[in-house]
């Protein structure tokens, strides 16, 4: 993901830009608040008039396929800027909807037009790659009055890493011209030979049309109401017109309706956590984007619009308990592009599976890796992890065969070249100098380090990835045996058994009474707290005693804001809670964590991870949780501070709540028996209930309502669809 520049407060400067080639730059303070909407490989983000490049602070634009078509956007009432009402995208994301009026109009020093008597309703949504809008104008006043309502608009077509700050010294040639009296068409001819354009059309035809410009003038009789249509159209060849605004916007809410049918829906007790969940489940669905392979959760807007591996595992496994289908189009997706084999520049190698795809000229051209990249080290194991899930979950044998030969692709990775040394672990090291330094989920330049500060030279041993390569051969292992591989499933288990004495030797620290970060290249071990230790008890690695000692400092005051669970506990050398990966908190790695306090049965920490998000979510924006906000500690009547450039929505913070509900019920699914089963339930004390409809295993469903009593739950089965139980299981 997004790479960082340390600060270096001992010698007061920064590191040299060479080393954080694809840092994300936060260099002006936002003048208005942001909007997004996304519609498949389309996106938009306007500021809070619905305008695009008005205003400074954020990457204003139309996007797509990982080029701005539209880089300005700007509404004008007679010459100046309208004042704001309101603006709010509508609850499923489908629509932008913004209110603007007149500000006061003058002719020398008198008033000739009051503000607030022209009403500007500016309605935005995308469908098919175009970005439709509606402009209604309404007079208020008792009088006629005409205006000059003008739209000034242009193109940069820059790739998606230049409006992130990289610099190019050759561009292509772009072109903007008229091409009816109520269409301007801007392309650009990249250095890739793509020739990518843009074309607005205009409804009613403008009183004056310009390469860059339209204007009207517009007379409103009292109370009268007129509307301008536009249409902004990415790579539309012009052959034929988009359908109208009315049409295009009940089209894009069918598709809404038809995408989320089958989805398990939750419901509780608390008005303020419905509102996070539905935000989530909005912002979810939006990021779901058709493919050839089926629909796969883009990782966030708007750095991260596109395939990437990692997250997609993730928040696939995430939501695997209420929504399946997500997995099979991840995993189908995944196992289409993975390495078949060695390339140095995109760290492929046979059997890898797949860190981030891109779509842009840059990309194209190779001045960035990420065409098709492959330098992750913990996308092949969580494959392998979520394959294995995703069958005992569905049943779903007929997909396990398809995925089988990259199942097995992978391990031979795991086995082969993923451990170059032999030592049993599997380890990172880049090719080239032009991919990502650190290559787990933690992938900033400094997010790896010893506990004097120094960076961990590589080939680095990460302790969650060894993990997830644990439960990925436990898991394989279970699908070898569905599949008659008896052999290959005793192996399995017996090199899972292995690993886990290893890690526990050569991880464990007694002094930390944790698990080491990683190993690095030396087999030295990096001594710091940090949040991957929960991971590793996600995976189920860890011995139980060491669980509950993990567990016990992950929510102490050096790990636990109040907010949540830091990447970095507080002291450590390289702590900074405004840092990207080194002192933040992360909802899904929260998330994670939690699953893994579940595992061990430590529900009473469940329930303390999930209220501290949960209550800041209550003052994130749209009850929306971001990629990653700070980590300073929670103070009282005061919200958690936010990190500048963190991407809202992103899909694995959206699939968070939900995967806190997995672990606070224990759900477990048997598609053989048809049953369901909440293994050791525990509510936190914000819920005192929870309703699940549509929870679905074995071709039927059933809805059920949890009761918090205290510290035990009462279930009752509210509907049945097909032969179908829920019992809770208390166990020790």
Same mark, same amino acid.
């Given at each position: 993901m997004?790479i960082?520049?340390p600060?270096?407060?001992e010698r007061?400067?920064v590191d040299p830009v060479a080393?954080?080639?694809f840092?994300i730059p936060?260099?002006q303070t936002?003048?208005r608040?942001?909007r997004t909407?996304?519609?498949d490989?389309?996106?938009?983000?306007?500021?809070?008039?619905g305008?695009?490049?008005?205003?400074?602070g954020?990457?204003?634009?139309? #996007?797509?396929?990982?080029?701005r078509?539209?880089?300005?956007l700007?509404?004008?009432i007679?010459?100046?800027?309208p004042l704001?009402?309101g603006s709010?995208?509508?609850?499923?994301?489908?629509?932008l909807?913004?209110?603007?009026?007149?500000?006061?109009?003058?002719?020398?020093?008198?008033?000739i037009?009051?503000?607030?008597?022209?009403?500007?309703a500016?309605?935005?949504?995308?469908w098919r790659?175009?970005?439709y809008?509606?402009?209604a104008?309404?007079?208020?006043g008792?009088?006629?009055?005409?205006l000059d #309502?003008s739209?000034?608009f242009?193109?940069d077509f820059a790739?998606?890493?230049e409006?992130?700050g990289?610099?190019r010294?050759?561009r292509?040639?772009?072109?903007?011209k008229v091409?009816?009296p109520d269409?301007?068409l801007l392309s650009?001819?990249g250095?890739?030979?793509a020739?990518?354009?843009?074309?607005?059309i205009?409804d009613p035809t403008?009183?004056?049309?310009a390469?860059?410009?339209?204007?009207?003038?517009?007379?409103?009789?009292?109370?009268?109401?007129?509307?301008i249509f536009l249409?902004v159209?990415?790579?539309?060849?012009?052959?034929q017109?988009?359908?109208?605004?009315?049409r @295009?916007?009940?089209a894009?809410?069918?598709?809404?309706?038809?995408?989320? /049918?089958?989805m398990t829906?939750?419901e509780?007790?608390?008005e303020?956590?419905n509102?996070?969940?539905c935000?989530?489940?909005?912002d979810l669905?939006?990021l779901?984007?058709?493919t050839a392979?089926?629909?796969y959760?883009y990782?966030?807007i708007?750095?991260?619009s596109t395939?990437f591996?990692?997250d997609?595992?993730?928040?696939?496994?995430?939501m695997?308990?209420?929504d399946?289908?997500?997995?099979?189009?991840?995993?189908r997706?995944?196992a289409?592009?993975?390495?078949k084999a060695?390339?140095?520049l995109?760290?492929?190698?046979?059997?890898?599976?797949?860190h981030e795809m891109?779509?842009g000229?840059?990309a194209?051209? @190779?001045?960035?890796?990420?065409g098709?990249?492959?330098g992750s080290?913990d996308?092949?194991?969580?494959f392998?992890?979520?394959?294995?899930?995703y069958?005992?979950?569905?049943?779903?044998?007929?997909?396990?065969i398809?995925?089988w030969?990259a199942i097995?692709?992978?391990?031979r990775?795991?086995d082969?070249?993923?451990?170059?040394?032999?030592d049993?672990f599997?380890e990172?090291y880049?090719?080239?100098?032009?991919?990502?330094?650190?290559q787990g989920w933690?992938d900033s330049?400094?997010?790896?380090?010893?506990?004097d500060?120094r /960076?961990?030279?590589?080939?680095?041993?990460l302790?969650?990835v060894?993990?997830?390569?644990?439960?990925a051969r436990?898991?394989?292992a279970?699908?070898?045996r569905r599949l008659?591989?008896?052999a290959?499933?005793r192996?399995l288990d017996?090199?899972?058994?292995?690993?886990?004495e290893? #890690?526990e030797?050569?991880?464990w620290?007694?002094?930390?009474q944790s698990y080491?970060?990683?190993l690095d290249?030396?087999k030295?071990?990096?001594r710091?707290?940090t949040s991957?230790a929960?991971?590793?008890?996600f995976t189920?690695i860890?011995?139980?005693e060491?669980?509950?000692?993990?567990?016990?400092?992950?929510l102490?005051?050096?790990?636990?804001?109040?907010?949540?669970i830091r990447?970095?506990a507080r002291?450590?050398a390289?702590?900074?809670?405004?840092s990207?990966h080194n002192g933040s908190v992360?909802p899904?790695?929260n998330?994670?964590?939690a699953?893994?306090?579940?595992?061990y @049965?430590l529900?009473?920490?469940?329930?303390?991870?999930m209220?501290?998000l #949960?209550?800041?979510a209550?003052?994130?924006?749209?009850?929306r949780?971001p990629e990653?906000?700070c980590g300073?500690?929670?103070?009282?009547? /005061?919200?958690?501070?936010l990190?500048?450039?963190a991407?809202?929505?992103?899909?694995w913070a959206?699939a968070?709540?939900?995967?806190l509900?997995d672990?606070?019920?224990?759900?477990e699914?048997?598609?053989?028996t048809?049953e369901?089963?909440?293994?050791?339930?525990r509510l936190?004390s914000?819920?005192?209930?929870?309703?699940?409809?549509?929870?679905q295993v074995?071709g039927?469903?059933i809805?059920?309502k949890v009761?918090?009593?205290?510290d035990?739950v009462?279930?009752e089965?509210l509907?049945?669809?097909?032969q179908?139980?829920?019992?809770v299981?208390?166990?020790?």
């Open positions: 997004a960082e520049r600060l270096q407060a007061r400067r080393e954080a080639p840092y936060a260099t936002v003048t608040p942001r909407l996304k519609c490989d389309t996106f938009i983000v306007t500021d809070s008039h305008d695009i490049g008005a205003s400074t954020d990457p204003d634009g139309l #996007f797509h396929a990982d080029t078509f539209l880089s300005r700007e509404l004008l007679n010459g100046e800027q704001l009402l709010n995208v509508r609850d499923d994301n489908t629509m909807a913004v209110d603007l009026t007149n500000p006061d109009f003058y002719d020398g020093d008198h008033i037009l009051e503000k607030d008597i022209v009403h500007v500016r309605t935005i949504f995308l790659g175009n970005a809008q509606r402009l104008l309404r007079n208020h008792g009088r006629p009055i005409v #309502f739209l000034h242009d193109s790739d998606l890493f409006v992130r990289i610099e010294p050759r292509g040639t772009g072109i903007r091409v009816a269409q301007v650009y001819h250095l890739d030979g020739a990518r354009r843009t074309r607005l205009f403008p009183t004056r049309l390469a860059t410009s339209a204007s009207y003038r517009i007379e409103l009789a009292p109370h009268e109401s007129k509307p249409v159209s990415c790579n539309d060849p012009g052959a017109r988009p359908v109208p605004f009315l @295009g916007l009940l894009a809410h069918r598709e809404l309706r038809k995408a989320t /049918r089958g829906t939750v509780t007790s608390n303020l956590f509102e996070v969940l935000r989530s489940a909005a669905c939006m779901m984007t058709g392979q089926g629909r959760p990782a966030g708007p750095w991260y395939t591996g990692r997609g595992l993730i928040t696939a496994l995430q695997l308990w209420c399946p289908s997500m997995a099979r189009g991840v995993l997706r995944l289409a592009f993975q390495a060695s390339d140095a995109s760290d492929a190698e046979p059997g890898k599976i797949l891109r779509a000229e840059m194209a051209l @190779g001045e960035v890796p990420f098709l990249y492959y080290v996308a092949t194991p969580l392998i992890l979520l394959a294995g899930l069958v005992e979950r569905t049943g779903d044998e007929d997909t396990l398809e995925l030969p097995e692709a992978a391990l990775w795991i082969e070249v993923g451990d170059a040394d032999h049993g599997i990172y880049r090719k080239t100098d032009k991919g990502l330094a650190n933690k330049h400094d997010a790896i380090f010893h506990a500060g /960076r961990a030279e590589g080939p680095i041993a302790a969650e060894q993990g997830y390569v644990f439960a436990q898991l394989a279970r699908c070898a008659h591989h008896d290959l499933a192996q017996a090199d899972a058994q292995r690993l886990a290893r #890690f030797a050569s991880f620290c007694d002094e930390l080491a970060l990683a290249g030396a030295e071990p990096c710091v707290l991957n929960g991971q590793v008890l189920g860890a011995r139980p060491r669980a509950k000692l993990v567990a016990d400092g992950l102490s005051p050096r790990f636990f804001s109040g907010w949540g990447t970095v002291g450590e390289r702590y900074n809670p405004m990207y992360w899904h790695d998330s994670l964590i699953l893994g306090f579940a595992r @049965g529900k009473r920490a469940v329930g303390q991870v209220q501290g #949960f209550e800041a209550t003052y994130m924006d749209l009850r949780l990653l906000f300073f500690q929670r103070e009282r009547r /005061r919200g958690p501070t990190y500048p450039v991407c809202a929505p992103q899909a959206s968070t709540p939900f995967s509900i672990a606070a019920l224990g759900l699914f048997h598609p053989q048809k369901i089963h909440l293994r050791n339930p936190p914000f819920l005192d209930y929870v309703i699940l409809r549509n929870l074995g039927s469903s809805d059920v009761r918090r009593h205290a035990e009462s279930l089965v509907q049945a669809r097909g179908v139980q829920a019992s299981i208390l166990s020790a």
